[in-house]
């Protein structure tokens, strides 16, 4: 048995994707979230788990809580978050766990899959900005996830390696998977929606670039 996790923000403007604005305004920016949420939720409703988290800052809606089992955030800073969210999933179950977050919608169920932990004892999909996309334990009930994860610095542009450090710090056997590019940037944002062009992201960004974005937005080529 296996399980994905999904941690997020509700899209609220002025609340997400704020390095979109300018040139974006924040409804706009909120609506490229809310598009890349909806893929990553499509994405892991594709792949075949048995429980799918999503870990939510804000509030749920309707669908989210028909398809997945949303659960609240914990206060603090985002390592104390993402510890708490794996120990929710190892509550529910023993065997692996894969989190991810909302800023690549262009991941699929079979990269989902293939990430998850198999023979070793973690997985970790770096960004090409510094972070990281995905992490993942085989047996998150029996590691000690505060030791991997707490005093991690997040948000660097070195937040990646210092994770992959503490992992094998701790004498895991971890496996890296295909680095991704996080959506933060409008040039990020460009990139990734021309890789996914059919996407609700790819769409509602060309949309928004080509009708309702002040001047200049897409232009950073």
Avoid: N, Y
Wanted: hydrophobic share 40%; charged share 25%.
């Amino acid at each position: 048995m296996s399980t994905l996790i999904v941690i997020a923000k509700t899209p609220v403007p002025g609340r997400v994707k704020t390095r979109l604005t300018p040139p974006f305004t924040p409804p706009q920016a909120a609506a490229l979230a809310e598009a890349a949420l909806e893929d990553t939720l499509r994405a892991v409703l594709e792949t075949d788990v048995e429980h799918r988290l999503l870990v939510l800052d804000g509030a749920p809606r309707a669908p989210w809580q028909r398809d997945f089992t949303v659960l609240p955030q914990v206060p603090g800073t985002l390592d104390r978050r993402l510890a708490a969210a794996f120990a929710q999933a190892a509550l529910r179950d023993p065997g692996p766990v894969l989190l991810v977050g909302m800023d690549t919608p262009q991941i699929t169920a079979g990269l989902l899959r293939s990430c998850l932990p198999g023979a070793e004892d973690a997985t970790l999909g770096l960004a090409d900005d510094g972070g990281f996309w995905c992490l993942g334990f085989r047996k998150p009930r029996s590691q000690d996830l505060q030791a991997h994860l707490l005093g991690v610095p997040m948000s660097t542009d070195h937040t990646g390696r210092d994770q992959l450090g503490r992992l094998r710090a701790g004498g895991l056997r971890v496996r890296l998977v295909p680095t991704l590019r996080d959506v933060d940037t409008v040039e990020d944002a460009e990139h990734v929606a021309a890789l996914v062009p059919r996407s609700r992201f790819g769409v509602r960004f060309r949309t928004l670039r080509r009708f309702d974005a002040p001047a200049g937005a897409g232009s950073h080529r």
